[in-house]
C-alpha cells in the first residue's frame, strides 16, 4: 500500500475542532506529515463551504471535501462544485414555518450552497464565516437564493428533542432528520449522507474503499463511518458510536486525529 492511495476524511466539529477552541498543534502537525508522505486529506463535515473553508490556511486539505452533511461534494483548489443535492423546497417549506409557529424560542436557519439564510437568530445560531442573508420574515422565504440544502435548528437538548419529535408527525416525503450534536437537528435531503459523498469521492480519486479511514464523533457521521474501510471514533464519541468503530482514539481534546495518523505511521512504516 503506497501513502497517495490512502484517505482520511474527517469530521471537524468535535473530532478535528473542540468546542470554541483552536485545532490542536498535535493534529496540524501529524496531519502535515501525512500528507508531505503523500496522503490524502479532506473534511467531512456539517458546516458551509464558507465556514469548513476558514481552515484551509491550516490543514492539508489536498482533495474535494464533504460539506453539509453530505448535501455537497466541493473541490476547494477548483473552486467548484462536483456533487449537490439539494432539498425539496415544496416539502421542506411547509415543514418550517409550521416548526417556526410551534417553538418560538428555537433558532433556524436555512442554508444556502455559499450562504445562509437567517430564520430565527438566538445564541445557537451563531455566525460561522459563512455570508448570511435575512431572507426569511415570520418564518417564509421572503427572497429566494434557491436551492435549499438544508435546514438547521439550534436550542438546548429537549427543545431539540422535542422539535424533532413535532417534526416527524409532519409531511416529509423526500427529507431525513439528523441530529449533528445534543444541540442541533438538521433536516437534508433524504438521499444526503456523508456516507454517500464519501463512496464517490472515493470512486474520483481513485482510491479503494478498503485503504479509506474515516472518523467522526456523532450520529450525523454513521453513514460515513460505515461507507470507509475503516471506521475511526474520538473517545469523546457516544458509546454506541464507538462499538462500532474499528479504532478508538483518543479524545478531540487531545488530538484524536494525531492519534490515527501515528497509528497509519506504524501501520505503513514500509510503505512508500
Excluded at 415543514?95 to 428555537?106: A, E, G, S
Excluded at 450562504?115 to 426569511?136: A, H, M
Excluded at 437538548?157 to 419529535?165: D, K, R, S, T
Aim: charge should be negative; aromatic fraction near 10%; charged fraction near 20%.
Amino acid at each position: 500500500m503506497k501513502w497517495d492511495q490512502i484517505l482520511i476524511a474527517s469530521d471537524i466539529d468535535g473530532t478535528l475542532l473542540p468546542g470554541g477552541r483552536e485545532i490542536p498543534e498535535r493534529n496540524l502537525s501529524a496531519l502535515r506529515r501525512f500528507a508531505e508522505k503523500g496522503g490524502r486529506f479532506t473534511l467531512a463535515t456539517g458546516r458551509s463551504i464558507g465556514s469548513a473553508g476558514q481552515f484551509l490556511d491550516r490543514l492539508p486539505v489536498n482533495a474535494p471535501a464533504i460539506c453539509l452533511n453530505g448535501a455537497l461534494l466541493y473541490d476547494y483548489k477548483q473552486q467548484k462544485v462536483l456533487e449537490s443535492c439539494p432539498l425539496a423546497k415544496e416539502e421542506a417549506a411547509p415543514l418550517l414555518k409550521q416548526m417556526y409557529d410551534r417553538f418560538p424560542t428555537l433558532g433556524m436557519e436555512c442554508f444556502y450552497q455559499d450562504s445562509i439564510g437567517i430564520v430565527r437568530r438566538t445564541s445557537y445560531i451563531k455566525n460561522t464565516k459563512t455570508p448570511e442573508l435575512y431572507s426569511f420574515t415570520d418564518g417564509v422565504e421572503t427572497a429566494c437564493f434557491a436551492p435549499w440544502m438544508k435546514l438547521f435548528f439550534g436550542g438546548d437538548p429537549a427543545l431539540v428533542q422535542e422539535a424533532m419529535a413535532f417534526a416527524e408527525t409532519l409531511p416529509h416525503d423526500g427529507l431525513r432528520f439528523v441530529f449533528s450534536s445534543e444541540n442541533y437537528l438538521e433536516i437534508l435531503p433524504s438521499e444526503a449522507n456523508k456516507g454517500k459523498l464519501l463512496r464517490k469521492l472515493a470512486a474520483y480519486l481513485g482510491i479503494p474503499l478498503e485503504q479509506v479511514y474515516a472518523i467522526g464523533d456523532f450520529y450525523n457521521d454513521e453513514e460515513l463511518l460505515q461507507a470507509a474501510g475503516h471506521a475511526v471514533v474520538p473517545a469523546n464519541a457516544p458509546e454506541q458510536l464507538q462499538k462500532q468503530a474499528e479504532l478508538v482514539v483518543c479524545s478531540c481534546t487531545d488530538g484524536a486525529l494525531a492519534d490515527l495518523v501515528e497509528y497509519l505511521e506504524q501501520l505503513c512504516s514500509d510503505c512508500p
